[in-house]
T-cell receptor, first 113, second 113 residues
Framework: KAGVTQTPRYLIKTRGQQVTLSCSPI?????VSWYQQTPGQGLQFLFEYFSETQRNKGNFPGRFSGRQFSNSRSEMNVSTLELGDSALYLC????????????FGSGTRLTVV | GENVEQHPSTLSVQEGDSAVIKCTYSDSASNYFPWYKQELGKRPQLIIDIRSNVGEKKDQRIAVTLNKTAKHFSLHITETQPEDSAVYFCAASSENTGNQFYFGTGTSLTVIP
């Protein structure tokens, strides 16, 4: 059973640019959640998509957006990048009920210079 | 919304000793409590979970206890080994929150050989 695949693994972008990250969940999982992880800030919830609909959203500015496709693959977009957006972005795949744990991807390490 | 607090933030133990990490939650509707282990440079991985209809669950050297009345749950690691060194995160969720998990801020565990 394939795990959660995130691409790319590493990205270096310049301030003001935009970036798109991709996540392919475990086959059969309909929920994809995105988290930002920075040293000292733990896991900050960005948003969750379930059956192509955003079901939950965290407290991030509108520069952070996402979508989910009919095959459950999800993309996350960050526009007008800021230095503070440098972080590890983790995608988490699950059934979607809130009663089963996530399987995390390996993450995309984004560096904004 | 739900608020999960985790203590301590850092913990050092001698190899072979026990380690205990505690979390409290605020929403009495939360009924699923997973624990994740994140080794340096790797993804968080689910190591054990507990549902609200159970007071304790064990898996080899790790166990989790839940006190619904007091709204707290704990991770216990016995006979610690150097490979237990990692950051541990607790989390809480319920059907009411869809699939949004509320994470604690993490505990950095160091096992000294």
């Amino acid at each position: 059973k394939a795990g959660v695949t995130q691409t790319p693994r590493y990205l270096i972008k310049t301030r003001g640019q935009q970036v798109t990250l991709s996540c392919s969940p475990i086959s059969g999982h309909r929920s994809v959640s995105w988290y930002q992880q920075t040293p000292g800030q733990g896991l900050q919830f960005l948003f969750e998509y379930f059956s192509e609909t955003q079901r939950n959203k965290g407290n991030f500015p509108g520069r952070f957006s996402g979508r989910q496709f009919s095959n459950s693959r999800s993309e996350m977009n960050v526009s007008t990048l800021e230095l503070g957006d440098s972080a590890l972005y983790l995608c988490a795949s699950s059934h979607g009920s809130g009663l089963y744990g996530y399987t995390f991807g390996s993450g995309t390490r984004l560096t904004v210079v | 919304g739900e608020n999960v607090e985790q203590h301590p933030s850092t913990l050092s133990v001698q190899e072979g000793d026990s380690a205990v990490i505690k979390c409290t939650y605020s929403d009495s509707a939360s009924n699923y409590f997973p624990w994740y282990k994140q080794e340096l440079g790797k993804r968080p991985q689910l190591i054990i979970d507990i549902r609200s209809n159970v007071g304790e669950k064990k898996d080899q050297r790790i166990a989790v206890t839940l006190n619904k009345t007091a709204k707290h749950f704990s991770l216990h690691i016995t006979e610690t080994q150097p490979e237990d060194s990692a950051v541990y995160f607790c989390a809480a969720s319920s059907e009411n929150t869809g699939n949004q998990f509320y994470f604690g801020t993490g505990t950095s565990l160091t096992v000294i050989p």
